[in-house]
């Protein structure tokens, strides 16, 4: 989180009486005199500024100008701007470091390469206010709105789907805009590449990238949309001209400096070179910093603009937007963005097919791997450098290109002498009064120079390396591949201090890489000089070694691959990803449409134009305030001192509440009391159980100061201990909760004794964040009898009880409500608790509206996540894999409560996931560690089950040597036989779906190109793997409250149900529903906000029940409507609803139903089951463990799906989230203090749009019905998660085709997640392993 404490240096303005110095106060500036008051002495005095300046500027936003002056602090953001004028709410905020993307807005701006205005995305979230001189910017909600005419992308963005919760959308709308605004025909290709700015964890993607890709020129018919006119693009209106706005009247060059002085500093924007040096000499002894693309703030907190008194902004300096190419250099200005250098070397490319420039096409696809395409656009070579300057550990790709490239930096200083120095020197430079002005690096002449840069990254888009390379080497070919000049060995990620392998290179010098020891003397110096350190990254330093070395192996395999063995040539390339494409397959019966009709969402297009309102769209009430919590820094200790008092003392900050300011009679408990529950402590009262853990509150005017102050509140700690902080430790210190019962069927002990083969075995899988865009939220307003709370909850009945038994008040005049929410996931089912009462709290205390927005970093340190778990068991089994008897041994990591408990207790309806096996015995263990109570997240403790099943398998076929698919058809259930809980399989069809899904995915036609395609490459391997599923479902305990209101006017009709509307689709299949039932018009209904009011009492919604038992209680509520209506309606003819509603209304029916559900209990475990099949095809780069998914095919059996477009992206959007459970994301805590360490968008991944599957294929099973059902529908939330684990299995099997080359294909444990780090090191690549394979 930003911070911004004031740490200006004083000394802007000396006051000529006093001589106190001090930053410059708030005052007039006319001219560039500033005229105030000494804040010392209060003499009035002036302040000349440096030469003509202006001291406003002007900007426009959706054809609107702006006038901005010298009243908003330079720390001010283009969002906070955009939000808090109101101007904008379309545009959303979340991490505020560039990592997100749901902040992205349109800004068109002068082009440094082209001096012409361009329309780029920009995070608005990264962009200062201040910077915006000039700019012509462009939100989502100047593209179009429902009442004027929407954009062609917002409406297509709604039509292909692409929305759920919708807080992404507006982001991916602008990323698009931008695209065609300069690109009006882009090919598929280019819009899958600029769709990397938005994070969206709902949908998984496809639905997006299918929407988009329809605008292209190049996109087929089963992409429908076409091109448009770029006039379609525009809908707003220039104010002046009354036409569509062409984004031309505004200039950010303009042609006098800008100087604005500011409450806390001084922002100057120079024009050229010449001003540049001057006001480095005048303020090169202050706080000052210069800044251009100011994304450096999204990677390191220290050079937001609030740490500094004077910002320079480079962007006016003509003189650095040079890009020219001479007969021997290629001269680059320091103020050309990373788009403008990628752009350069792709247009050479295409350009030119010299060998001499070959080696741009790498430096181009390297340039495309930084970070998004709206960071590129504002971010500078020259700030990537600054920030490897300043941050040594900074993994900087621009630094080993550029190393690669031989490059001098050109530097200018305070005086105008301009200098150039190498880069290695240039990191050493005291750059105080300086500024980098130019690149220039040497054209190559020489064809034996070999020039080639290298990434490995936790995911395909938007993140940090774990490891960069550049490399620079000339080889003549014709002599065993000397090795001759100055070889440029550089890397980013080693260490802190390590810059270039410089033993290496010496080595290197002048010897044949031809000769095989050669090869192997230079990775035996490499591997001895690359030591790591663990402060420049949080992955394992062997990874980072053994990739470094891959590197430099695949440029060697490159350069000499005349005299390489060809199945060793895989070394050379990296993986290519293809475009991607999805195919989706369903029935529909339009006999009972509109049920089981494929529709989007009602309110998908308001979604799409930012009209969707969320809890923080809502606009401040008169007094409101704003909270922030203050959180432990340690996980197992006793509270010392907490001292707010420094953060008091910052103006804006109102108070600190802390356990001690609980009302009388209230309780310290912010979980729902009940008899099972625990009690969950509100504020922490003396002893810490996990670092996170909620110590107080501070309220403040503003988030921003909230957020800062909250930081400021010094807290000291004694009796610090270990943290207890993994399943490991916890069995370790037999630190366990109570137990609770497991399962047992058959004998497992006997039947596994018997069995002619056994084995044991182990797995895990770590923690899972929900990654809800939307972070956790809370509005309290006190009112004349209680208080209402605006709550991003799944389960406002909780948050009702929660905030009445910690404020001591009747639950009853707690009124909570919820529209919509920004994404859940599990995470708003108990873990809006915390958040909500803590607001109460402060809305109590102070008797004022209170805001309590949770920034990602407390987000993501305080509140629990997905339990890890890990399992121990023993198998039993036939000669041909048959199961005999399974014993299952699973820990559950639940953090510092076992409250969220529900799906654990579960665990055994889903352990034996699709496999008949007589005797089971399933223990559980529930561990208890110093981590925030950990809680459900899409498809809880199924994941987990499904995947120890599945290992098992895996396991079984392995050590008898057998087909893992011959093993599991083996094994699967058949109809009328009974689950381990009891249930009899009366409906079961998995057998026949494998076989459907064999065929129709052509598994065995793919097996063997597979076999084929692995024999003929040592280092990519490819994997295949195939899971069935069954997915018990359960309805217990879930009432949801449904009322149903007719107008006695019109007839129309308002639900309100008890379920939350958190972007599943409930509204729309519950409006479904009940048109079917009453057989009416869609149009005439509307699905309202849930609320306390109206639906109390209601369940959380979780579980993938809540839209079908909401629909349930909607049949009710229709049948008595319809029964009441009966009589009227049997006396008159063939009426209309709407006559039918006036005439019952007036003869004294009743027109207004409401249900409960209580659905009869079947069993704990399940009511009915959910089946599916998943194949999964996967791609491996051995030497780095980077992996892509080819394709997957899934078949789902979705009974009579009530709305398949909606079904459809649930499936799509489960699957991409389990991928990223499985492959991608990983949490890591610091081991001393127990403190994540992974709570931001730079160290924690969630797949992006190029993880996904390249080959998309989802089919729901065709003639499928459900009677234990609502209207013969399954549910899809959840169950499409644990498919991923054929994603994780089939990397798995890449592993094991690479163990194969060196003879160690024997079973081993794969632990999740595969992230790529885990993926390679436990291919067991060796450096004897690295040859030329001769
Ligand atoms: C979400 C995100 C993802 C990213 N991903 C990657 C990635 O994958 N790989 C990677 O290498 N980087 C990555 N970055 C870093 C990014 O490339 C840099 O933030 C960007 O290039 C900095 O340029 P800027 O113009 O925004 O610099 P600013 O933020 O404006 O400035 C950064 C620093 O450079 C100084 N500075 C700027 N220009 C000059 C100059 N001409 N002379 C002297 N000092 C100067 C400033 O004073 C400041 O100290 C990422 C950043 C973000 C926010
Ligand atoms: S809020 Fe700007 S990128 Fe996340
Ligand atoms: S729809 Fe993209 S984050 Fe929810």
């Known amino acids: 989180m930003p911070t911004r404490t004031n740490n200006a240096a004083p000394g802007l303005v000396q006051c000529p009486v006093c001589q106190a110095r001090h930053s410059p106060v708030k005052g007039e500036l006319t001219d560039g005199v500033y005229a105030a008051d000494c804040q010392n002495c209060g003499h009035f005095f002036k302040f000349r500024a440096q030469g003509p300046v202006r001291s406003t500027f002007s900007m426009t936003v959706n054809g609107q100008s702006y006038t901005v002056d010298n009243s908003y602090p330079g720390s001010t953001s283009l969002n906070e701007f955009l939000r808090e004028k109101g101007i904008s709410p379309g545009t959303k905020v979340m991490c505020i470091e560039g990592g997100c993307g749901v902040c992205v807005v349109s800004a068109t701006i002068m082009d440094p390469v082209t001096s012409k205005p361009r329309t780029y995305t920009v995070n608005s979230c990264c962009v200062p206010l201040l910077q915006c001189d000039g700019w012509d910017i462009t939100t989502i909600e100047g593209l179009g709105n429902t009442r004027d005419g929407i954009n062609p ?322 080889v003549d070919a014709s002599k065993n591949y000397l090795v001759g000049g100055n070889p440029v060995l550089a890397y980013a990620g080693i260490s802190k201090t390590f810059t270039r392998a410089t033993l290496t290179e010496n080595y290197l010098s002048g010897k044949q890489l031809g000769d095989p020891n050669v090869l192997k003397g230079a990775l035996t110096t490499l591997s001895s000089e690359l030591v790591t350190d663990t402060v420049t990254s949080l992955s394992p330093g062997s990874y980072r070694q053994n990739v470094a070395i891959s590197f430099f192996y695949k440029f060697v395999l490159d350069i000499c691959s005349q005299i390489v063995n060809p199945r060793y040539l895989s070394g050379c390339t990296d993986l290519v990803r293809p475009l991607s494409s999805g195919k989706q397959v369903y029935d529909t019966d339009p006999s009972e449409y509109p049920v089981s009709k494929p529709m989007i969402k009602q309110n998908a297009v308001i979604q799409t134009c930012g009209e969707a309102e969320f809890i923080n769209d809502t606009p401040p009430q008169i007094n409101e305030v704003y909270a922030a919590l203050v959180i432990s820094t340690v996980g197992n200790a006793d509270i010392d001192v907490i001292d707010p008092s420094p953060a008091l003392a910052i103006p804006g900050v109102l108070k600190f509440i802390s356990a001690k300011d609980i009302p009388a009679g209230g309780v310290n408990n912010c979980y729902p009391a009940s008899a099972s529950a625990a009690p969950e402590e509100l504020f922490c009262s003396g002893k810490v159980t996990f670092a996170g853990q909620p110590l107080g509150l501070i309220v403040a005017e503003d988030q921003i100061t909230a957020d800062s102050a909250a930081e400021m509140v010094k807290v000291t700690y004694k009796n610090v201990l270990p943290p207890i902080l993994t399943i490991d430790d916890a069995i370790r210190n037999n630190s366990f909760f109570t137990p609770i019962t497991g399962l047992s069927a058959g004998d497992a002990d006997g039947a596994i004794a018997k069995s002619a083969h056994q084995l044991t075995g182990q797995v895990s899988c770590t923690e899972q964040y929900h990654y809800h865009l939307e972070t956790q939220i809370s509005i309290c307003y006190p009112t004349e009898d209680g208080m209402n709370i605006l709550a991003g909850a799944q389960w406002i009945n909780a948050v009702q009880r929660a905030v009445g038994q910690v404020l001591n008040v009747p639950a009853s005049s707690i009124t909570v409500e919820v529209k919509r929410i920004g994404g859940a996931f599990g995470a708003k089912i108990t873990r809006n608790c915390p958040v909500s009462t803590a607001c109460a709290l402060a809305a109590h205390i102070l008797k004022r509206p209170v805001r309590l927005m949770v920034n990602i970093h407390t987000n993501m340190k305080s509140l629990g996540k997905r339990m890890p778990c890990f399992a121990r068991y023993t198998v039993g089994f036939t000669d041909a894999g048959l199961l005999n008897g399974v014993k299952i041994d699973y820990y559950n990591d639940f953090g510092m409560t076992c409250n969220d408990i529900a799906s654990v207790v579960r665990m055994p309806g889903w352990l034996d996931n699709a496999y008949y096996c007589a005797n089971w015995k399933m223990t559980p263990y529930l561990c208890k560690t110093n981590k925030p109570p950990n809680t459900a997240c899409r498809s809880p403790g199924s994941t987990a089950a499904i995947f120890i099943m599945e290992t098992i398998m895996e396991h079984v076929a392995k050590s008898l040597n057998k087909d893992q698919l011959d093993v599991r058809k083996l094994n699967l259930y058949q109809q009328g036989q009974k689950t381990p809980s009891g249930m009899v399989l009366e409906y079961c069809g998995i057998r026949s779906m494998v076989t459907q899904l064999e065929t129709s995915a052509q598994i065995a036609s793919r097996k063997q190109q597979i076999a084929m395609y692995n024999a003929a490459n040592r280092w990519k391997k490819r994997g295949i793997s195939f899971m069935p599923l069954k997915f018990a479902l359960n309805w217990k305990g879930s009432q949801y409250n449904t009322l149903i209101n007719i107008n006695n006017g019109d007839g129309s009709i308002a639900i309100f149900h008890g379920g939350v509307n958190l972007g599943q689709g409930i509204n729309i299949k519950v409006a479904q529903t009940c048109a079917y039932e009453l057989g009416v018009p869609m149009d005439i209904i509307s699905v309202k906000k849930n609320s306390t009011m109206t639906n109390c009492n209601s369940h959380t919604t979780a579980g993938s029940v809540t839209s079908e038992l909401c629909c349930l209680s909607v049949i009710e509520c229709c049948k008595m409507l319809k029964e009441r209506m009966a009589p009227i309606k049997a006396k008159m003819v063939n009426p209309t609803w709407k006559d039918l509603v006036i005439k019952s209304y007036n003869e004294g029916v009743d027109i207004t139903a409401r249900y409960v559900t209580e659905p009869e209990n079947v069993s704990q475990y399940a009511r009915y089951n959910e089946y599916g099949v998943c194949c999964s095809e996967v791609e491996l780069d051995v030497l780095t463990g980077e992996h892509q998914i080819l394709r997957v095919d899934i078949l789902y059996d979705a009974g009579k799906s009530l709305n398949p477009d909606i079904d459809i992206g649930q499936a799509e959007g489960g699957f991409v989230m389990g991928v990223g459970r499985f492959l991608t994301e990983r949490v890591i805590y610091d081991s001393t203090t127990g403190e994540n360490l992974t709570s931001n968008t730079w160290e924690y991944h969630p797949p992006m749009p190029k993880d996904i599957p390249i080959d998309f294929r989802v089919e729901f099973l065709k003639n499928s019905n459900n009677v234990k059902g609502v209207l013969g529908s399954k549910s899809v939330g959840e169950a499409p998660v644990p498919m991923s684990i054929s994603a994780f299995l089939a990397v798995k099997h890449a592993i094991e085709e690479a163990r194969k080359e060196i003879s160690k294909d024997v079973y081993f444990t794969l632990y999740g997640p595969a992230t790529v780090d885990t993926v390679q090191l436990n291919c067991l690549t060796d450096i004897t392993n690295l040859t030329y394979g001769n």
């Open 153 to 474: 992308i917002q409406q297509r963005l709604a039509d292909y789907n692409g929305t759920q919760c919708g807080f992404c959308s507006p982001g991916q709308v602008m990323s698009m805009y931008s695209l065609l605004k300069t690109n009006a025909k882009p090919t598929m290709e280019e819009v899958e590449e600029i769709m990397d700015d938005v994070v969206c964890r709902c949908t998984g993607y496809r639905s997006i990238l299918d929407a988009m890709k329809s605008f292209s020129a190049d996109a087929g018919p089963d992409l429908p949309g076409g091109l448009i006119d770029i006039e379609d693009l525009e809908r707003k209106m220039c104010k002046k001209t009354g036409n569509p706005c062409t984004g031309k009247c505004s200039s950010d060059q303009s042609k006098t400096m800008l100087h604005m002085v500011t409450a806390g500093s001084q922002w100057l924007k120079p024009t050229n070179k010449q001003e540049l040096c001057t006001l480095l000499n005048q303020h090169k002894a202050d706080n000052y910093r210069l800044l251009h693309g100011n994304t450096g703030f999204g990677v390191y907190k220290d050079i937001g603009d609030w740490n500094y008194s004077v910002l320079i902004d480079l962007r006016g300096v003509v003189d650095f937007n040079v890009i020219q190419q001479g007969g021997t250099t290629l001269n680059l200005g320091a103020n050309l963005t990373i788009t403008n250098l990628l752009e350069y070397f792709r247009t050479k490319v295409a350009a030119s097919n010299d060998r001499l420039t070959s080696f741009y096409s790498n430096i181009a696809l390297h340039l495309e791997k930084i970070g998004t395409t709206s960071i590129r656009n504002l971010g500078t070579w020259a700030g990537n450098l600054m920030l490897k300057h300043k941050h040594p550990e900074f993994i900087s790709d621009i630094y080993v290109i550029f190393e690669a490239m031989k490059t001098l930096l050109v530097i200018v200083d305070s005086t105008g002498k301009e200098m150039n120095y190498d880069i290695a020197d240039f990191l050493k430079l005291d750059m105080t009064g300086k500024v980098i002005t130019m690149a220039i690096i040497p054209v190559v002449t020489d064809a034996n120079i070999n020039i080639r840069s290298f990434k490995s990254m936790p995911r395909h888009q938007n993140a940090q390396a774990y490891v960069a390379a550049g490399f620079n080497m000339e």
